[in-house]
């Protein structure tokens, strides 16, 4: 009895947040209309979600998706891959790593708006570009988690594998590679989120494809609903991908939950 009322529970706060969006939806739509606001400067969420329903059937929306998708996976792959290849590296070498922190750091601190630009002259207006800056914005969070991971790994375990002539490789394994899997999952949960602002940073400096030259289209036709409408699709993206490490963390994770 006492198990059915607390899946009872479960399920009402579980459309708790649906519910709340609903509302506040439906408020939003109440108060636009009743300030009779023109569409440019503020739409009204219907209008918002039949400018959605009209690009969708165009294949407008899907194909500029797309485009901005496939940079954003892309970007993150690459630089998840050498964040994590170079941030194992600068955790079992100390001396390489305080030599190259600072270049790291002041890389990290210049804004992408400021080298999308240079990077829109060097390599084209193409997809290259994007994927670099994408790959840019994701390096330092999941470096940073790798050694950070690495080093919080208990030096009695290791010196015990040592003890016990494990290799690099079983080393890496059994010891580096769980201990730190959860803080580099957390620099993932972040990276996932970046990559998309990097992705239309590229795209609103310089493109012909991708949800940030849709948005940069409609801002100069004023077109203010399919500016929501794309602003909504990157909001989607982000999500999804956030929840895809969170999916894949959990999985990979089961031993831990167990534990």
Known sequence: MLKENKNKKFMLWDFIPPLSILCGLILIEILVRASNYPDFILPAPSKILLRFFTSVRSGVLLRHTLVTFSEVILGLIIGSSVAMVSGYFLAHHPLIEKVLTPYIIAGQAIPMAAIAPLL????????????????????????????????????????LMTSMQASSRDIFRYLELP???????????????????????????????????????????????????????????????????VLIERRLLKWQRKE
């Open 120 to 159: 829109t002259i060097w390599f084209g207006s193409g997809i290259a570009p994007k994927v670099l800056i994408c790959s840019i914005v994701v390096f330092f969070p999941i470096q940073i988690n790798v050694i950070l991971g690495l080093k919080e790994i208990p030096h009695n375990l290791r010196d």
């Open 179 to 245: 201990g730190a899997l959860s803080v580099i999952f957390g620099g993932l949960r972040i990276s996932a989120t970046l990559s998309v602002i990097g992705a239309v940073v590229g795209e609103l400096t310089g493109a012909d494809a991708g949800l940030g030259y849709l948005l940069n289209t409609a801002r100069g036709q004023y077109d203010t609903a399919m500016v929501f409408v794309a602003v909504f699709m990157l909001m989607l993206i982000a999500l999804l991908l956030y929840l895809s490490v």
